[in-house]
Structure formats: structure tokens, C-alpha cells
């Protein structure tokens, strides 16, 4: 039913020239296709399997704890893998040398590249690969303040200073919270999973095509109920979202309806359309968006945001969990995105007289800069190293004083939310910032705050602050504003 077509049909042609660009993708260069066209011929020559050269987003290192079984598998539940027991499979975690043609057959059948170009024989686990000296994939684990892309949860020793530093009842609390609700490494591997199985898929729909895995399942923000969000590439560049990325979607969809491991696809027409789909294996719902490359960027910001120092996670996953617990933790309700309420903790945590994190995009504009190739953002960051704060403030007084800045400091009527420049900036008469709440996205200077355009829904959020903020400075018990024990059951 669905051929290894490159493009999409010549009906759904449109004027903007999206179509035009199959199936010579502008990320690949000129040696690359040659390279692929000299492949394809001689494996028709030679009688082998041949599969579409594929570039993945990004290097993914799996945590050994987590040995990779074929997605879709009756015993991806249960069986665990022999060290010694290679497969196709390991091909697809995204461990991918950074230069040169992917020549192995083993690399050409399964749909991904070998980790080595010039070997034969098995594939190699992404654990056991050696990268060349001087490569910016050359350490498997981090050469800046970034953990390796298979690792979600946070180090022992990070914890342990957590640990330390809690002294207080509140502090403890929160910490708690975060230990017990975190995503795990292998939350994150079942998201992988899935996204590698759907890229290979998706490309014989769209060869040239790549999945990235965004939102808060990568940025580290996420929970163990998280769901996940995915980019579909088709090309570099923006995509006609009212007409070009609701037909690739509406393609993808019928797709789904044939995968076995793909369960209730639909397609939801919003002003950047998504296919929601349950990954049957894992569980995990997912939302699939086409070419919405702000996303992929500001994950990797936040991301690197979210490992620069250790106390960023734990404070942003209580005010998510508190946000919930309220009601005020819904854009499509018309209150404060996920997303939305991260940029609030980071812009608090910036903006404090001696600030807990810097401001990634001034300090270090090369690893951010907003018109990058999309396929170099996730390896930007790699070299930041950690953030050396002079500010001791514990869990709970930096979360005390996050609920009183937005209660009595900040400026609602005439200040702007900025990351990129970590501070408050005066509102202009721009349409975006004509609403009750702006917070600039850090990319693009949209108002990621804009679905919050009722007065009545803005002053719930505003006096939940105020509210909070009352109770938690005389009572200093989190039990006062978020139950405990519940929240860490709804995980």
C-alpha cells in the first residue's frame, strides 16, 4: 500500500516549493548522495538489501542497565539480552559517526548507519563504541555539564549534594518529590524505542526523513507519566502547517493503521497540527508534529539549562506538579503551558540578586544560535560546563521565592518574560504582547504564553500565586500546598 515513494503526491503540490525538495534533501551534501547513488547501484548489482541512507538527530547511548530488544517484540516486556546476543536492533539507538558515507550492509538493511563504516560482521553496541580523539561525540557520557542523551535521571553525587543541602523540612519534601517522580533511564529508552522503530517506518513514506524525540522527555523536565512529543523532519526550514503538515500527517496516519505497535492515531487540527497515537509496547501516548523546528531547538536549551546545576530539575518539577494540582497547568484550558512554566523558574532562577543559573544564550551564543543547521543543535551544548553559583539558597526557599516574585515582584501589566536575556523587558505594543501574560520563547519571540486571553483565567493564576505563597511561608510544610503523597502516586 505505501511504496518507497520520495515524495508527496503531485496533486498536493503547493507553491511554496516543499514538494520540490524531495528527494534531494538540503542536509545532505553533493558526496553523500553520490555516495548513495554508487550504493544503491551496486547493491542491485550484488543482489543485497539496500536501505536509504539515514542521518539521526542525535547520538544516543542507552544506559547499560537497559539492554535493547527489538521493538514490538511479544518479549520486549520481559526477556533481557545476552551481552554476547547482537542484533539489527542495536543499530537503531543512534550512535552515528558524525562524518563520512554509511557504507555497511548491516547499516543499509536495517535503515541506520554502523557505528563504524569499514566493519563487517555484527553490529556493534552503542556501549562498546569508540570514537575518534577530537570527535564532539568523543565521550559517551559528558564533556560539559550535559549527561549522554540514554541517560535521564540524575547523578548520584548530584543527588547526594541535594541530599546534603536539604536541610530543612520543605527542602527535604521537595526533594522527595523529585526522587520519586523523575523520569528514569528506562522511561526514556521505551520513548526511544518507539521514536527509532517510527523513523524507520516513516521513511518509506519520506526517505530522508528524521524523528526527533523533544519536549520534556528529552529537556529533563519530565515525569514517569510524561507523554512525548516527536518532530517529523521532512526538510530544513518551515513547513505550510495549515496545508503541507496536515497532509504529511494525514499520510503518516493511514501508515499507522498498518504498524502493529501503533494504536488510535488521530490527527488534531491545530495551529501546528499533531497525530496523537499509544505506543502499545510501553504505553506512552505521543504527539507527532512535522517541522516544528522551534521545538527541537528550545529542547536542547532547556536541556542544557536543566543539567547546569543540580537544584533546576527538582524545583521545576515541583512547580509543574504544583501548577497541576491547581488547574493552572493546561494551555488548552486557556492557563500556563508545561513549557511555558519552565521559562517562568529559569527567568526567577536568572533574575535573583546572585542568580542560581546564567543565560545560556548571551554566554554562549555559538552553541544557540537560532538559524544553526537543525541536524548540529543537539550537539551545540555539549562543551558548557556546569554553572558555579554563589546563591546556596535551599529547595525550599528558591520555591518560596518563586511563588512571591510572580505574587508581588513581577510585572504583569507592562514586563515581558526573557530568557535569552534573563530579565524583564518592557512590553511593546506588538500583538503577542497585548495579553495578560507574555513570556518570550527564547527562538522565535512569540508569546508562549498566549492561551491565557480570559481576565478571569489570569487572575486564578495570579491569586493561586499570592495564595501559595501565604500559606508556604508560615506553614513551611509542603503537605500546605501540594499533597505529598498523592502527587508522588500520580507520577
Known amino acids: 500500500?505505501?511504496?518507497?515513494?520520495?515524495?508527496?503526491?503531485?496533486?498536493?503540490?503547493?507553491?511554496?516549493?516543499?514538494?520540490?525538495?524531495?528527494?534531494?534533501?538540503?542536509?545532505?551534501?553533493?558526496?553523500?548522495?553520490?555516495?548513495?547513488?554508487?550504493?544503491?547501484?551496486?547493491?542491485?548489482?550484488?543482489?543485497?538489501?539496500?536501505?536509504?541512507?539515514?542521518?539521526?538527530?542525535?547520538q544516543w547511548n542507552p544506559a547499560p542497565s537497559s539492554p535493547p530488544v527489538p521493538h514490538g517484540s511479544p518479549s520486549?516486556?520481559?526477556?533481557?539480552?545476552?551481552?554476547?546476543?547482537h542484533g539489527q536492533y542495536d543499530l537503531k539507538r543512534q550512535c552515528f559517526s558524525p562524518t563520512g558515507p554509511h557504507n555497511s550492509p548491516a547499516a543499509r538493511a536495517s535503515g541506520s548507519p554502523s557505528p563504524s563504516p569499514t566493519r563487517r560482521g555484527p553490529a556493534t553496541r552503542p556501549?562498546?563504541?569508540?570514537?575518534?580523539?577530537?570527535?564532539?561525540?568523543?565521550?559517551?557520557?559528558?564533556?560539559?555539564?550535559?549527561?549522554?542523551?540514554?541517560?535521564?535521571?540524575?547523578?548520584?553525587?548530584?543527588?547526594?549534594?541535594?541530599?546534603?543541602?536539604?536541610?530543612?523540612?520543605?527542602?527535604?519534601?521537595?526533594?522527595?518529590?523529585?526522587?520519586?517522580?523523575?523520569?528514569?533511564?528506562?522511561?526514556?529508552?521505551?520513548?526511544?524505542?518507539?521514536?527509532?522503530?517510527?523513523?524507520?517506518?516513516?521513511?518509506?513514506?519520506?526517505?530522508?526523513?528524521?524523528?526527533?524525540?523533544?519536549?520534556?522527555?528529552?529537556?529533563?523536565?519530565?515525569?514517569?507519566?510524561?507523554?512525548?512529543d516527536l518532530c517529523l523532519v521532512i526538510q530544513e526550514g518551515?513547513?505550510?502547517?495549515?496545508?503541507?503538515?496536515?497532509?504529511?500527517?494525514s499520510l503518516?496516519?493511514?501508515?499507522?493503521?498498518?504498524?502493529?505497535?501503533?494504536?488510535?492515531p488521530q490527527l488534531i487540527r491545530a495551529k501546528v497540527p499533531i497525530l496523537k497515537f499509544k505506543d502499545r509496547i510501553s504505553g506512552v501516548e505521543f504527539d507527532l508534529n512535522v517541522n516544528n523546528i522551534v521545538g527541537i531547538r528550545n529542547t536542547f536549551l532547556l536541556r542544557t539549562y536543566a543539567y547546569i546545576e543540580k537544584r533546576v530539575r527538582p524545583i521545576v518539577l515541583l512547580?509543574?506538579?504544583?501548577?497541576?494540582?491547581?488547574?493552572?497547568?493546561?494551555?488548552?484550558?486557556?492557563?500556563?503551558?508545561?513549557?511555558?512554566?519552565?521559562?517562568?523558574?529559569?527567568?526567577?532562577?536568572?533574575?535573583?540578586?546572585?542568580?542560581?543559573?546564567?543565560?545560556?544564550?548571551?554566554?554562549?551564543?555559538?552553541c544557540f544560535f537560532p538559524t544553526m543547521d537543525i541536524h548540529l543543535v543537539p550537539n551545540g551544548p555539549r562543551s558548557i560546563p556546569p554553572f558555579i553559583s554563589k546563591n546556596q539558597s535551599s529547595l525550599g526557599e528558591l520555591f518560596l521565592g518563586f511563588l512571591k516574585y510572580y505574587a508581588t515582584?513581577?510585572?504583569?501589566?507592562?514586563?515581558?518574560?526573557?530568557?535569552?536575556?534573563?530579565?524583564?523587558?518592557?512590553?511593546?505594543?506588538?500583538?503577542?504582547?497585548?495579553?495578560?501574560?507574555?513570556?518570550?520563547?527564547?527562538f522565535d519571540g512569540s508569546n508562549t504564553a498566549r492561551a491565557v486571553h480570559e481576565k478571569e483565567k489570569f487572575e486564578a493564576i495570579k491569586s493561586q500565586f499570592h495564595a501559595s505563597w501565604q500559606v508556604l511561608k508560615l506553614r513551611k510544610d509542603l503537605n500546605f500546598v501540594l499533597p505529598v503523597r498523592q502527587s508522588k502516586q500520580n507520577r
Not at 569508540?130 to 564532539?136: N, R
Not at 513547513?239 to 500527517?249: E, G, I, P, S, W
Not at 484550558?333 to 543565560?359: A, D, F, W
Open 319 to 366: 512547580i509543574k506538579k504544583w501548577a497541576g494540582y491547581y488547574g493552572i497547568n493546561n494551555a488548552s484550558r486557556g492557563t500556563l503551558s508545561s513549557y511555558t512554566l519552565v521559562l517562568m523558574v529559569l527567568h526567577y532562577l536568572q533574575t535573583l540578586p546572585e542568580p542560581v543559573i546564567p543565560c545560556l544564550q548571551r554566554d554562549y551564543p555559538e
Open 1 to 58: 500500500m505505501f511504496t518507497r515513494s520520495p515524495g508527496l503526491p503531485h496533486k498536493r503540490r503547493q507553491s511554496n516549493g516543499l514538494l520540490s525538495h524531495f528527494p534531494v534533501p538540503p542536509i545532505f551534501s553533493q558526496q553523500q548522495l553520490v555516495d548513495f547513488q554508487r550504493n544503491r547501484a551496486n547493491s542491485a548489482a550484488h543482489g543485497l538489501p539496500f536501505g536509504l541512507p539515514v542521518l539521526p538527530p542525535y
Open 238 to 249: 518551515s513547513v505550510d502547517q495549515k496545508n503541507d503538515a496536515v497532509h504529511v500527517l
Open 76 to 85: 520486549a516486556k520481559a526477556r533481557k539480552r545476552r551481552s554476547d546476543d
Open 127 to 228: 556501549s562498546d563504541v569508540q570514537h575518534q580523539a577530537g570527535s564532539p561525540l568523543a565521550s559517551p557520557r559528558r564533556m560539559g555539564c550535559l549527561p549522554s542523551l540514554g541517560e535521564a535521571s540524575q547523578d548520584d553525587n548530584e543527588l547526594v549534594g541535594l541530599q546534603s543541602a536539604a536541610k530543612d523540612k520543605l527542602s527535604q519534601q521537595i526533594l522527595d518529590l523529585f526522587i520519586s517522580c523523575q523520569q528514569q533511564d528506562d522511561d526514556l529508552e521505551k520513548k526511544e524505542l518507539c521514536r527509532a522503530q517510527l523513523q524507520r517506518d516513516i521513511q518509506m513514506l519520506f526517505p530522508f526523513s528524521r524523528i526527533y524525540l523533544t519536549g520534556s522527555s528529552l529537556s529533563g523536565f519530565g515525569t514517569r507519566s510524561s507523554d512525548a
Open 252 to 264: 503518516v496516519q493511514k501508515l499507522c493503521y498498518t504498524l502493529s505497535y501503533i494504536d488510535r
Open 409 to 442: 515582584v513581577f510585572k504583569w501589566d507592562k514586563h515581558v518574560i526573557s530568557v535569552r536575556q534573563a530579565k524583564a523587558i518592557p512590553k511593546t505594543n506588538c500583538t503577542d504582547w497585548r495579553k495578560f501574560i507574555c513570556v518570550e520563547e527564547p
